[in-house]
């Protein structure tokens, strides 16, 4: 959901009405009633006249051309295929992708990807759990000891800090690996053991990785082979919005898992960070079971919600003044998070995607 009920609260104080779609919220556990006693009215095609459309996902082309020009939507608002964009920008819609929120600290609390992220760590180390048929914990017993669970994660951004996170306090040894400089100090900071390759770091701007030769790629693979073959369970997290997955783990390294070890790649949907990897799908290669994450932060609704809804709220109310809806497009991250505005596509790469100014 876009927004929980306690935001909806929040945004009501502000001046707004807002309308929630009947049952919008029944998968994240929020009721119609919890929403009208928010504030809010519970109806059909309120979007027809609002001012600020909220969804996780764009709105299809039909219903964005049904809106009224000056609409602002805010989602997540992929580009490719195009044509999400095309239907805003010839309905002169003006929409805020929530994945391009700048990396900067006034933009902490609007910053949907890390927000989704760090849910989709947490339940990465679960299902990686779930689906080990072993203890992660150390077992110390009369009958005998049983050795933690050996789990590697790969990437320590957002969803991998979390991953480790939640893996230690699930008892197992962790070890991780991240090509940037700043990566293996977070990783140590969460109690797990930082794989160093010694290959020199790839930072890119906005704390992304820099995107590596595919030497360097076989190399990396090279070293991180016997890491991955000593691992119980492997979760990768690497992944660059608006670019395809890097490839860290090929078929071959799976195949050198131990029998029952667990594969968990939260990059599936673009691209996967492990060859073979199918985003909805739990296959084996090998001896290992292998699980595609498709639309993880969804897998725990009621979280994933309040904290996507709170970044909405936030970006709402920055755009603010004086009880009304009233983007300053100079601010950096109002002009950062918008793609379309009266007719034109303002965010480059999207231009540059659609051949020209005007899609």
Known sequence: MALVPEQVAKLVQLGYEVAVEPAAGERALFSDDSYRDAGAEVAWGADHAATVVASVQPLERERLQRLHAGTALMSFLPTNPPDVIRAATRAKLTAFAMELIPRISR????????????????????????RLPR???LNMTAAGTVPPAQVVVLGAGVAGLQAIATAKRLGAVVKAYDVRTAAAEEIASMGAIPIQLELGSLDGPGGYAREMTPERAQLQRDLLAPYIAAADALITTAAVPGRTAPILVSRSMVEQMKPGSVVVDLASESGGNVEGSVAGTELTIGNALVWGGANVPSQMAGPASRLYGQNIANLIGLMTRNAAFDPDFDDEIVAGCCVTHDGTVLHEPTRELLKGPHA
């Open 107 to 130: 933009a902490q609390s609007m910053d949907a990807l890390s927000s989704q992220a760090m849910v989709a760590g947490y339940r990465a180390a679960i299902v990686a759990a779930e």
């Open 135 to 137: 203890f992660f914990p």
